[in-house]
């Protein structure tokens, strides 16, 4: 079965620093991979997702993430962070195959510091 | 832009009480989960459901839970007899092939 392993708990960066989140995920095929972010008492918001193709992928507030295969990682990344990005970011694999679930991370609290 | 829709955001019950959480699924999608998220924790997998019948269900999805599709618009989780433990977020999402989910904002349910 998939999983996802989000190793930092918390991550607290400084407005303006750039920002790397980690997930790892285990299986055995080629996974779609997906981040979302969850605001305090909030839903979840899709940023960005990889089905195929390119490995760096584009996603919304700015946001990239790099597929690794080599590494079964899926990083998130963004150049220079803002106040509004303090939140918590979840990584979240699937098999795609039909019906089939998503597997959410533990998530990483990002902390912004002014 | 089409959205899940989830009713109501917030509901109170006393423990022992059933309570059903409601969801509007995107309209031409096919597949339908409910997830799990208590206050600090992951989002866990509770169930799918797809062609009217549950296709997948996790341990925490025991015989307290059900599901139903009443009606062409609406999928439905009732939890019969609510514990403390079942305090947490729901959230319902839908996906045409499986491989995309759309979440909905959410239920927070507190059992008191």
């Known amino acids: 079965a998939q999983s996802v392993t989000q190793p930092d708990i918390h991550i607290t960066v400084s407005e303006g620093a750039s920002l790397e989140l980690r997930c790892n995920y285990s299986?055995?095929?080629?996974?779609?991979l997906f981040w979302y972010v969850q605001s305090p008492g909030q839903g979840l918001q899709l940023l960005l997702k990889?089905?195929?193709?390119?490995?760096l992928v584009q996603g919304i507030k700015g946001f990239e993430a790099e597929f690794k295969r080599s590494q079964s990682s899926f990083n998130l990344r963004k150049p220079s962070v803002h106040w509004s990005d303090a939140a918590e970011y979840f990584c979240?694999?699937?098999?795609?195959?039909?019906?089939?679930?998503?597997?959410f991370g533990k998530g990483t609290r990002l902390h912004i510091l002014p | 832009e089409p959205e899940v829709t989830q009713t109501p955001s917030h509901q109170v019950t006393q423990m022992g009480q059933e309570v059903i959480l409601r969801c509007v699924p995107i309209?031409?999608?096919?597949?339908f989960y409910w997830y799990r998220q208590i206050l600090g924790q992951k989002v866990e997998f509770l169930v799918s459901f797809y062609n009217n019948e549950i296709s997948e269900k996790s341990e925490i999805f025991d015989d307290q839970f059900s599901v139903e599709r009443p009606d062409g618009s609406n999928f439905t989780l009732k939890i019969r007899s609510t514990k403390l433990e079942d305090s947490a977020m729901y959230f319902c999402a839908s996906s045409t092939t499986g491989a995309e989910a759309f979440f909905g904002q959410g239920t927070r349910l507190t059992v008191v």
């Open positions: 299986y055995g095929a080629t996974p779609y």
């Open positions: 979240a694999v699937a098999t795609g195959n039909r019906d089939d679930k998503i597997i």
């Open positions: 309209s031409n999608h096919l597949y």
């Open positions: 990889y089905f195929s193709g390119d490995t």
